[in-house]
């Protein structure tokens, strides 16, 4: 393996490591665009102080990031190069009231997010992360990201002995509970703290109520949690049990990202689906302005939009179908240019007719704008091969897969076949390779943000992403190579869309 595409893979098993949710991918996302300069901004202020050359990111719920780079050139009405992606994978999430315990084991209830393979949780050594809500010393509500790098959970499998079932199958609500402990070595933990466990047990006749009196909505965090599970998780944010107001906390597998395969070609780990195209969108994003001068000629801005929610549809505030692009290429597409009108890509759009003119330069910058919806794809696995259709069977280490659907379950068509094409082959000093793929006509498929985000933006997308095998398993495999493949795709996409964008036009 040659030292870039190792290193990148290696800088990919980091970033994979160290995001075992969505708010802990945006939170790693967030420290490379700060590393390569990205300022951030607030939905919440005025964007009055943003300028052609400029470099920004803002965030929405901790989960959704969107970062860009605006040219020195800029003009409202422009169009805008985006990467589209999301930060969800499938995964089990804490309930509400998650506190359960049976034939002398603790429990843990938690909820199924998206449709992942269950069965591949079974014995698995699992643990715990996410966001929690804290009031600090000043009142403040402010948000704790909490990732515990130890096993704490484990979802038993029945010995086969007990049933011998030949497809395994289970019940989700009653028998994918996962073990927390014994309920015994609890009960000598608390003893030997001094019944500290004991103290937080609210008396049945006080639940419900605070200390003065008054009736709360909702029973003690104590009361809904196993307390020294609210310890440990305490403890990571480096908070008291007591400031925790609430969390929003998953399940994820321990083992760590790695290399695999006898010659370090795979890569073996959770959440592959979709960290993997996010991870490259912002890296083709950063290495498309590391030159000084990246931004001196060019009239576009370079976008990247990182979505949570897309495993569950993506119909939420933070969604792909929620106001969050909309709202941010709205916003940038009226940004006041800071030089006089020179050459740029203007030739497939009318120029607004003067600075102050931007009523119509949202709808503008919308038609002249173009999207890559990036989201994992299917690789060919050996052992089910005639799952495929025969002349469309992606291979990981062989280039990004561009998806093809005739029935708009992916986005791409002919321009954006046209646009993909020329973008690879000027990546890189050699170009990158690209695959199709296409579903065979009786099976079903699957779908991303593309659609969703074309029909609401009526920018012209194509569907885009690496091969991979065990989609929404816990355990995911890809291709080493493929990363820096991706890598570059975008950022040629980037540095070369102003000029190929005006040589593609279909109105």
């Given amino acids: 393996m040659t030292t870039p595409f190792k290193e990148r893979s290696h800088e990919f098993l980091s970033f994979l490591n160290a995001s075992p949710t969505p708010y802990h991918a945006v ?16 939905e919440r202020d005025a964007w009055s102080t943003l300028k052609p050359g400029g470099k920004y990111y803002l965030t929405r719920n901790g989960s959704s990031l969107a970062a860009f ?41 938690v909820e199924t997010y998206g449709g992942g393979l269950w069965h591949t949780w079974f014995d698995r050594d ?11 010393k000043d009142g403040c509500i402010v948000p704790k990201l909490v990732k515990i790098d130890r096993p704490l959970l484990r979802i038993p499998t029945l010995a086969v002995h007990l049933d011998r079932q030949e497809t395994f199958s289970f019940n ?44 709360v909505a909702l029973k003690a965090m104590t009361e809904r949690h196993h307390p020294y599970m609210l310890d440990v998780i305490a403890k990571d944010a480096g908070v008291d049990v007591e400031s925790i107001l609430d969390f929003e906390m998953v399940l994820y597998d321990t083992q760590k990202a790695c290399l695999g395969g006898l010659n370090e070609e795979l890569i073996f780990s959770a959440r592959v689906d979709n960290l993997g195209m996010s991870f490259c969108a912002v890296i083709g994003l950063i290495n498309s302005v590391a030159d000084t001068n990246a931004l001196e000629q060019e009239s576009t801005i370079r976008l990247v939009s990182l979505f949570d929610h897309e495993e569950i549809g993506s119909t939420s505030a933070q969604g792909a179908e929620s106001t969050f692009l909309p709202a941010v290429i709205r916003r940038l597409s009226s940004i006041t240019p800071s030089a006089p009108e020179g050459n740029g890509s203007d030739d497939s759009y009318e120029k607004v007719a003067a600075a102050d003119d931007t009523a119509s330069a949202y709808e503008q910058t919308l038609a002249a704008s173009f999207l890559m919806s990036a989201d994992m794809a299917h690789s060919v696995n050996p052992n089910y091969a005639a799952k495929y259709e025969t002349d469309h069977k992606p291979e990981m280490n062989k280039g990004t897969v561009v998806k093809v659907n005739a029935n708009q379950r992916y986005m791409t068509n002919s321009p954006g076949l046209a646009l993909i094409e020329e973008v690879a082959r000027r990546a ?35 569907d885009v992403g690496n091969a991979q095998l065990s989609m929404h398993s816990i355990r995911e495999t890809a291709g080493t190579y493929d990363v820096e493949y991706a890598v570059r795709l975008f950022e040629s996409f980037f540095v070369h869309f102003q000029e190929l964008e005006r040589k593609i036009i279909v109105d």
């Fill in 428 to 462: 890189g000093s050699n170009g990158v390779p690209l695959q199709t793929f296409v579903v065979r006509n009786d099976s079903s498929c699957g779908s991303t943000i593309g659609p969703m985000l074309a029909a609401a933006l009526g920018t012209r997308t194509v």
């Fill in 126 to 136: 699992l643990s715990l992360a996410g966001r929690c809500l804290i009031k600090d």
């Fill in 172 to 215: 989700k609500e009653t028998q994918l509970f996962p073990i927390a402990g014994l309920v015994a070595a609890e009960l000598d933990r608390q003893a030997q703290s001094g019944a500290e466990g004991a103290s937080r047990d609210t008396p049945s006749d006080t639940k419900g109520a605070a200390s003065n009196g008054t009736q």
């Fill in 27 to 42: 939170e790693s996302a967030k420290v490379k665009l700060e590393a390569a300069g990205f300022n951030k901004i607030r």
């Fill in 69 to 109: 780079a605006i040219g020195h050139k800029w003009r409202p009405g422009n169009p805008i190069s985006m990467i589209g992606t999301h930060t969800d994978s499938c995964c089990l999430r804490l309930k509400p009231v998650s506190k359960k315990q049976g034939d002398g084991f603790l429990q843990v209830g």
